[in-house]
């Protein structure tokens, strides 16, 4: 199974949506995560399904919460760049698709 590694501006990304929900919410910071994972996994298993986004990546939307999944589809594994709010600046993350 291909790997998935996520850029560590994408998991502060994770951890700040995460506590903001928490917060507000515990539920809702559980299906925040619960929402994450199968961003993932629909990703790993099918990279080639998400929409071409910016700079050369993939992007899956949550279905529930208003952040994607930025990614970068590569060989050996799946780089995840941003999981991005859909309010900030699109392609703010840009500067994060090198090789890491």
């Not at 995840?80 to 703010?92: D, F, L």
């Amino acid at each position: 199974m291909i790997a998935v590694e996520f850029h560590p501006a994408a998991a502060e990304e994770v951890e700040a949506a995460e506590a903001w929900y928490d917060e507000r919410n515990p539920l809702a910071a559980d299906a925040f995560r619960a929402e994450l994972s199968r961003a993932v996994e629909s990703v790993r298993a099918h990279p080639e399904h998400g929409p071409p986004y910016l700079a050369d990546t993939g992007r899956r939307p949550f279905r529930w919460f208003p952040f994607s999944l930025v990614y970068r589809s590569e060989p050996a594994r799946i780089l995840v760049i941003a999981v991005a709010h859909h309010r900030r600046k699109p392609g703010y993350w840009r500067e994060r698709g090198a090789v890491i």
